[in-house]
């Protein structure tokens, strides 16, 4: 089935970076674009930004440029990012999603309709 | 960046009951909206893309409707295993794709 496999938990320090990965399975991996959500504890959701895995073209945030990087894999069908200089308002849950639109299709759809389990990232000293 | 007000924040309804969320852009994003459910300790899920269609799977008690600036999200006959926030998502200003701030559903 269409499943994306994320690392369970991180614990960094300030200042540090952070990189998870995202492992798809059971689609045609180039075909979708990744993006990335975070939540922060008892807070809603955020969009940090996405990329298309043919290619490896991105599109970030505003607040993420510059520390943000999005990264794929084709040969492991596996897409990261890395967040750096994190401070303690990076402590988050951060989900890989999967675009609904296929690109050999519809194009992207910029809705989100498979995703990870989530990444704990705390931050502290 | 657009911005999306959803309300109320939350909410505590009976099982049985009908549930109305909306959400209003900043600037007309045309049917540009999904919803999400998330429940306690999980991923959001999709339900509900282009303002109105349901996501396959999902059950027809959830609906949305709406274009340019004001949507609705409306759960008829509400069950126990409805308990969740639900968030509302545009996509129309690319490339800031921004989530309301979600909509906490409780049984009472």
């Known amino acids: 089935q269409v499943q994306l496999v994320q690392p369970g938990a991180e614990v960094k320090k300030p200042g540090a970076s952070v990189k998870i990965s995202c492992k798809a399975s059971?689609?045609?991996?180039?075909?979708?674009?990744v993006h990335w959500v975070r939540q922060a504890p008892g807070q809603g959701l955020e969009w940090m930004g996405l990329?298309?895995?043919?290619?490896?073209?991105?599109t970030l945030a505003q607040k993420f440029q510059g520390r943000v990087i999005l990264t794929t894999d084709t040969s492991t069908n596996t897409v990261e990012m890395e967040l750096s200089s994190l401070t303690n308002e990076d402590t988050a849950v951060y989900f890989c999603?999967?675009?609904?639109?296929?690109?050999?299709?519809?194009?992207?759809?910029?809705?989100?309709?498979?995703w990870g389990q989530g990444t704990t990232v705390t931050v502290s000293s | 960046d657009i911005q999306m007000t959803q309300s109320p924040s939350s909410l505590s309804v009976s099982v049985g009951d009908t549930v109305t969320i909306t959400c209003q852009a900043s600037q007309d994003i045309s049917n540009y909206l999904s919803w999400y459910q998330q429940k306690s300790g999980r991923a959001p899920k999709l339900l509900i893309y282009d303002a109105s269609t349901l996501e396959t799977g999902v059950p027809s008690r959830f609906s949305g409707s709406g274009s340019g600036t004001d949507f609705t999200f409306t759960i008829t006959s509400l069950q126990p295993e409805d308990v969740a926030t639900y968030y509302c998502q545009q996509f129309n200003d690319l490339p800031s794709i921004t989530f309301g701030q979600g909509t906490r559903l409780d049984i009472q």
């Open positions: 990329i298309n895995p043919s290619g490896g073209g991105t």
């Open positions: 059971g689609y045609s991996f180039t075909h979708y674009f």
């Open positions: 999603s999967r675009d609904r639109g296929s690109m050999a299709e519809t194009g992207a759809r910029y809705t989100m309709d498979v």
